[in-house]
């Protein structure tokens, strides 16, 4: 079974609005999360890493500004698209590992497809 | 600067046949390389790992092998079963980045009948 939960699966908004997606951790506690985005048919690219209990480290290039990550307990991590536009339309996923280092897979959320009209 | 590859962005195989899809990098530091499905519309499921200190590592019908002279890696899957039809994409990951993968560009496997 799913073992990281993503809500919502698919939000359409109009230009301007503020859009919070929840990433949680089903059952293991995760100290760390990670977001990604997908352009269609382009690969996953990693935005930022989401580290419970402190600040999100963002990849290069990524607003820390637009995209917020909070990462409040062991097993929820979100991010909200503020003051969303159309260019911010995309397939956003969520992963998390059980344990954060060792050569342990990430598990994937089934994503969220976010349309800005 | 794309530093896992796939170069081909698709792929048609018979049921019953081997598929082969490749994939290559570029940082030596890559330590730990994985292998993901994914479905539209969904989350990438995790398949199959290899780490660099192994040159083959096999799980039913998958098998990964990696050569690391080549900084080359495939996924084997035999046989191809016409369930197997997604897009595959291979990951990448060093020990000091702390599980932060880099994906591929995928590989659309296409299993007929």
């Known amino acids: 079974g799913a073992v990281v939960s993503q809500h919502p699966s698919w939000v359409i908004c109009k230009s301007g609005t503020s859009v919070k997606i929840e990433c949680r951790s089903l059952d293991f506690q995760a100290t760390t999360m990670f977001w990604y985005r997908q352009f269609p048919k382009q690969s996953l690219m990693l935005m930022a890493t989401?580290?419970?209990?402190?600040?999100?480290?963002?990849e290069q290039g990524v607003e820390k500004d637009k995209f917020l990550i909070n990462h409040a307990s062991l097993t929820l991590s979100t991010l909200t698209v503020t003051s969303a536009h159309p260019e911010d339309s995309s397939f956003y996923i969520c992963?998390?590992?059980?344990?954060?280092?060792?050569?342990?897979?990430?598990?994937f959320g089934d994503g969220t497809r976010l349309s800005i009209l | 600067d794309q530093q896992v590859k796939q170069n081909s962005p698709s792929l048609s195989v018979q049921e019953g046949r081997i598929s082969i899809l490749n994939c290559d990098y570029t940082?030596?530091?890559?330590?730990?390389f994985l292998w993901y499905k994914k479905y539209p519309a969904e989350g990438p499921t995790f398949l199959i790992s290899?780490?660099?200190?192994?040159d083959k590592n096999e799980d039913g019908r998958f098998t990964v092998f990696l050569n690391k002279s080549a900084k080359h890696l495939s996924l084997h899957i035999v046989p191809s079963q016409p369930g197997d039809s997604a897009v595959y994409f291979c990951a990448a990951r060093w020990t000091g980045t702390a599980s932060k993968l880099t994906f591929g560009t995928g590989t659309r496997l296409q299993v007929t009948l």
């Open positions: 992963s998390a590992g059980k344990r954060a280092t060792g050569n342990q897979p990430q598990h």
């Open positions: 290899i780490s660099s200190i192994k």
């Open positions: 989401s580290n419970e209990g402190s600040k999100a480290t963002y």
């Open positions: 940082n030596s530091m890559f330590d730990y």
